[in-house]
């Protein structure tokens, strides 16, 4: 089956560092790879997709890298504020609008 | 937030029970899902609808049951309620990106359920 693997660990930094998340995947080859962001008690919002040919994308202090020979994709961002702190999740189309998401990476930015 | 509404947005109930959980979208939207979210589990897909009358099971579908009799309502049933069916449930959409054209998915509130 489909395995999503996301840092699993919380991730503290100092705000103005830049934060950086990964998520790898197993068992299947995808055709684009997204990124939400949960806050708590709230769903997940999206935030940017990359797609297979695509090795970065970038959206104001987002950017996202894939690596489909590695099946890894790492998400920054720059410049952190206190405001991003929340839980990102990674998420892949599977066989067309059916959706598989990671465990998600906590963030804390320190002030 | 997509016109997604989720009711009730708590709920305690007894083991046994049936449970119906309902979301609700006004923008017409074909696909809609269930999810259930738990610590160290993440978003897990329980059921979806590609159209009124169509559903299809997901990773997690044993005990759930949905129905989808209008475009703008997916009900989730939980037909006797278990404890291990204690979590937050999420109801989805999927929309077309605007700059992309592809499926990103919009989310309710979600629907806390405790199962004693």
């Known amino acids: 089956s489909q395995k999503i693997e996301q840092n699993s660990e919380a991730l503290n930094i100092q705000e103005g560092k830049t934060a950086t998340l990964t998520c790898n995947y197993t068992?299947?080859?995808?055709?684009?790879l997204q990124w939400y962001r949960q806050d708590p008690g709230r769903g997940p919002v999206f935030l940017l997709l990359i797609r297979e040919n695509e090795k970065e994308k970038r959206k104001e202090r987002l950017k996202v890298t894939f690596d489909t020979t590695l099946k890894q994709s790492l998400f920054h961002i720059t410049a952190s504020q206190p405001a991003d702190s929340a839980t990102y999740l990674c998420?892949?189309?599977?066989?067309?609008?059916?959706?598989?998401f990671g465990t998600g990476t906590s963030l804390t930015v320190i002030p | 937030d997509a016109g997604i509404t989720q009711s009730p947005r708590h709920k305690v109930t007894e083991t046994g029970t049936p449970v119906t959980l309902r979301c609700h979208q006004t923008?017409?939207?074909?696909?809609m899902y269930w999810y259930r979210q738990d610590p160290g589990h993440g978003l897990r897909l329980i059921h979806y609808s590609y159209g009124v009358k169509d559903t299809d099971k997901g990773e997690v579908s044993d005990g759930y049951s949905v129905s989808r009799s209008k475009t703008e309502d997916f009900l989730l049933t939980l037909e006797s309620a278990t404890s291990s069916q204690t979590s937050v449930y999420f109801c989805a959409i999927s929309e077309s990106s605007f700059d992309t054209g592809i499926d990103t998915q919009y989310f309710g509130p979600g629907t806390r359920l405790t199962v004693l």
């Open positions: 923008e017409n939207h074909r696909y």
């Open positions: 068992n299947y080859s995808p055709a684009y």
């Open positions: 998420a892949l189309d599977i066989t067309g609008n059916q959706f598989y």
